[in-house]
């Protein structure tokens, strides 16, 4: 499914003035398509991933996802659960848990009822499947707190994964990460986005991880800049 982005638009109470984080921002992003998002810090990329995120509501625009509405504001849970794979820039894993249990958690999210036994077998047999495809399988019944950074990196974005997102929002994954971790991360990101055919977001201050991607686009002010190919 494409992303369409169409005069998007969120202004902010700053004081006793206001302040415009996103100006009309116009883009589309199609299947399996991974654009980096850059700009100086407080240019509005992380706003833009926090909307089409449903974190976050915009005062004007559309955003859709094949016919999927995500600024609907009645539906923002059922939509993360159902079609988002976010990577925040933190981690945030629970150190005390196994890198397995850590995904588990993720099917359960928002579910009144306990997910059934083979409901619980296929999520399982996912989340190892996904450990293997990044080579980290054997990692599997390890705590997340033995894990480097580059590994729960990947950890990360296997989290992103669990639900087949159709759109993958990705907030400086290799912010924290040494330059080969960074090279890996980011080509596990392009790998991933490929096979899942979703298209995807990549907001980065990282210019090597960028120019690896399809294209960019480029965030100043809350104004989207022309986009050019890489």
Same mark, same amino acid.
Request: charged content about 15%; aromatic content about 2%; overall charge neutral.
């Given at each position: 499914?494409?992303?369409?982005?169409?005069?998007?638009?969120? &202004? +902010?109470?700053?004081?006793?003035?206001?302040?415009?984080?996103?100006?009309?921002?116009?883009?589309?992003?199609?299947?399996?398509? +991974?654009?980096?998002? &850059?700009?100086?810090?407080?240019?509005?990329?992380?706003?833009?991933?926090?909307?089409?995120?449903?974190?976050?509501?915009?005062?004007?625009?559309?955003?859709?996802?094949?016919?999927?509405?995500?600024?609907?504001?009645?539906?923002?849970?059922?939509?993360?659960?159902?079609?988002?794979?976010?990577?925040?820039?933190?981690?945030?894993?629970?150190?005390?848990?196994?890198?397995?249990?850590?995904?588990?958690?993720? %099917?359960?999210?928002?579910?009144?009822?306990? %997910?059934?036994?083979?409901?619980?077998?296929? =999520?399982?047999?996912?989340?190892?499947?996904?450990?293997?495809?990044?080579?980290?399988?054997?990692?599997?019944?390890?705590?997340?707190?033995?894990?480097?950074?580059?590994?729960?990196?990947? +950890?990360?974005?296997?989290?992103?994964?669990?639900?087949?997102?159709?759109?993958?929002?990705?907030?400086?994954?290799?912010?924290?990460?040494?330059?080969?971790?960074?090279?890996?991360?980011?080509?596990?990101?392009?790998?991933?986005? =490929?096979?899942?055919?979703?298209?995807?977001?990549? +907001?980065? =201050?990282?210019?090597?991880?960028?120019?690896?991607?399809?294209?960019?686009?480029?965030?100043?002010?809350?104004?989207?800049? &022309?986009?050019? &190919?890489?």
């Amino acid at each position: 499914m494409t992303l369409h982005v169409s005069n998007l638009n969120l &202004t +902010v109470a700053d004081g006793s003035t206001s302040r415009t984080l996103l100006n009309n921002i116009t883009f589309d992003v199609q299947p399996g398509e +991974v654009v980096g998002i &850059t700009g100086p810090s407080g240019s509005g990329k992380s706003t833009l991933l926090a909307v089409l995120g449903c974190l976050q509501s915009a005062d004007s625009g559309t955003a859709t996802l094949g016919d999927i509405d995500l600024l609907n504001p009645h539906n923002r849970a059922a939509l993360r659960r159902n079609h988002l794979g976010i990577v925040f820039q933190q981690p945030n894993l629970l150190p005390s848990l196994t890198v397995l249990d850590q995904l588990l958690l993720i %099917p359960r999210l928002g579910r009144i009822l306990p %997910p059934s036994r083979s409901a619980r077998t296929q =999520h399982k047999d996912k989340a190892l499947s996904l450990l293997n495809s990044i080579g980290l399988g054997d990692l599997a019944k390890r705590k997340v707190s033995e894990l480097s950074g580059g590994q729960q990196a990947r +950890v990360n974005l296997v989290r992103a994964l669990m639900n087949s997102p159709k759109l993958l929002l990705v907030d400086e994954p290799t912010a924290a990460l040494d330059q080969h971790s960074a090279s890996e991360v980011t080509e596990l990101i392009v790998s991933m986005a =490929h096979q899942y055919n979703a298209p995807t977001l990549f +907001v980065s =201050h990282d210019m090597d991880a960028v120019n690896t991607l399809d294209r960019s686009i480029e965030l100043v002010d809350g104004h989207l800049l &022309t986009p050019h &190919t890489l």
